[in-house]
């Protein structure tokens, strides 16, 4: 990432934590704690006062031919050998026979469209892009793929064909996949 959009995303976070802390103090001072009801559950709520702030490092050994994959271009998924099930994000074992003997086949890159939105209340991480839409597509080998959707929003149909991108997402800069009107 650069250091642009470093900037916006902590700026936006601080926005972010800024209100949220406002609103702590606002509870605090009125009630004397920082506990609310959950408006859905009625259930008491205790918000902590302190910032926390993660960043996540996942081990991507078990799948490293998924990421091979994305480097060279292709989506890759899994299908457990015993029983024939396909996974796609793609798993390392089989859920179903606990095994880990896996073949890993390149998705085939068009679907048809099933539904999608458009997102415009982002979260903190993504406060850097403008609208995006999610969707999710039925894909012919059998499973389906939710990511991002790179089209006008007044242009989409369901059962519309989408082709997958695996590129740099402008943003991150780092290799994703998407899909696009095919
Ligand atoms: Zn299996």
Same mark, same amino acid.
């Given at each position: 990432? $650069? ?13 972010? +934590?800024? !209100? $949220?802390?406002?609103? /702590?103090?606002?509870?605090?001072? %009125?009630? =004397? /704690?920082?506990? @609310?009801?959950?408006?859905? $559950?009625?259930?008491?709520? *205790?918000?902590?006062?302190? !910032? ?16 091979? =994959? ?6 890759? +998924? ?8 396909? @996974? ?14 896996? !073949? ?19 979260? %903190? $991480? ?5 609208? +995006? ?14 990511? *991002?959707? !790179? %089209? ?18 402008? =943003?991150?800069? @780092?290799?994703? +996949? *998407?899909?696009?009107? %095919?």
């Amino acid at each position: 990432m $650069s250091d642009n959009v470093v900037n916006l995303i902590n700026k936006g976070l601080e926005k972010l +934590y800024g !209100e $949220s802390l406002k609103q /702590l103090e606002a509870l605090i001072t %009125a009630t =004397g /704690l920082p506990v @609310y009801k959950d408006p859905k $559950s009625g259930a008491l709520l *205790w918000v902590d006062v302190r !910032e926390m702030r993660l960043r996540f490092t996942l081990s991507v050994n078990k799948i490293a031919k998924f990421i091979d =994959g994305l480097r060279e271009g292709k989506l890759m +998924y899994t299908v457990c050998k015993r029983c024939g099930s396909k @996974y796609f994000p793609p798993q390392a074992d089989c859920p179903k026979c606990k095994t880990s003997d896996m !073949e890993w086949r390149e998705v085939s890159p068009v679907g048809e469209l099933i539904t999608w939105t458009v997102i415009n209340v982002k979260p %903190a $991480s993504f406060s850097h892009h403008s609208d +995006y839409i999610v969707g999710i597509v039925k894909m012919p080998d059998g499973f389906n793929i939710t990511a *991002w959707i !790179e %089209a006008d929003p007044k242009t989409l149909k369901p059962g519309m064909k989408m082709r997958l991108v695996v590129d740099r997402r402008p =943003g991150e800069n @780092y290799i994703t +996949y *998407w899909f696009r009107p %095919a």
